[in-house]
């Protein structure tokens, strides 16, 4: 499965760093930095690396030294959103169980972030506002490897469009309409998800 990152987090730039000399006191410093970036997430706020060190009380140059970018500090502090697929290794050739395996870690991964998922949602609907770290359409992506085989067994489907259909019925959004005003536990929401986009794509290969 490839959720479950609430361990020691990692990234290419600060493996090479931390790997070396007081691993200890450098293991502490970035999980420090990680975990102000999750804190002020689940605040509201995008902030930039300097904005981490600030608020985890470490020097921005030594910020800098384990995370070069926010997106290489976002994606040790959240591993799915660095990663293509959500499909695991040995990925199934089945469209349909590539689909039910790429939505059970996509709402793992809505179940692990859901304060900084919802965070990220409510700053990105503020009037004039830009797109949160959190709101890079990289869902839409793991729809599109999902649904990869359908290059050669239904070359008439668009894959992108249909990756963005299923993106529209699974993720924060139905998610938080689901369970505010719809009124369904969390499990039934995703259960709810599931079975829409189930639906969407059956519906798509059949009518191809």
């Known amino acids: 499965?490839?959720?479950a990152h609430n361990g020691m987090p990692g990234s290419p730039h600060a493996g090479s760093?931390?790997?070396?000399?007081?691993?200890?006191?450098?293991?502490?410093?970035?999980r420090a930095l990680v975990e102000a970036l999750r804190g002020l997430m689940a605040d509201g706020q995008d902030p930039s690396v300097s904005d981490v060190a600030a608020s985890a009380g470490?020097?921005?140059?030594?910020?800098?030294?384990?995370?070069?970018?926010?997106?290489?500090l976002l994606n040790a502090a959240m591993p799915q959103t660095g990663?293509?697929?959500?499909?695991?290794?040995?990925?199934?050739?089945?469209?349909?169980?590539?689909?039910?395996?790429?939505l059970g870690e996509h709402f793992a991964f809505i179940r692990d972030w859901?304060?900084?998922?919802?965070?990220a949602l409510r700053a990105s609907l503020a009037p004039g506002a830009g797109?949160?770290?959190?709101?890079?359409?990289?869902?839409v992506r793991w729809y599109e490897e999902a649904l990869a085989p359908l290059a050669g067994t239904h070359p008439g489907i668009d894959v992108h469009r249909l990756a963005v259909r299923l993106r529209a019925a699974?993720?924060?959004?139905?998610?938080?309409?689901?369970?505010?005003?719809g009124g369904l536990g969390a499990e039934e929401a995703f259960a709810a998800m599931k079975s829409n986009a189930l639906?969407?794509?059956?519906?798509a290969v059949g009518g191809a």
């Open 1 to 3: 499965m490839v959720h």
């Open 17 to 30: 760093y931390t790997a070396t000399g007081r691993t200890g006191q450098k293991s502490r410093t970035q």
């Open 58 to 72: 470490i020097s921005r140059t030594t910020a800098y030294r384990y995370f070069p970018d926010k997106e290489s």
């Open 83 to 102: 990663e293509r697929s959500l499909l695991g290794e040995d990925p199934p050739s089945d469209v349909a169980e590539r689909l039910d395996r790429t």
């Open 114 to 119: 859901e304060p900084q998922m919802r965070a």
């Open 131 to 139: 797109q949160p770290a959190l709101r890079g359409g990289r869902a």
């Open 170 to 181: 699974a993720g924060i959004e139905p998610y938080v309409w689901l369970t505010g005003v």
């Open 199 to 203: 639906d969407i794509l059956h519906a």
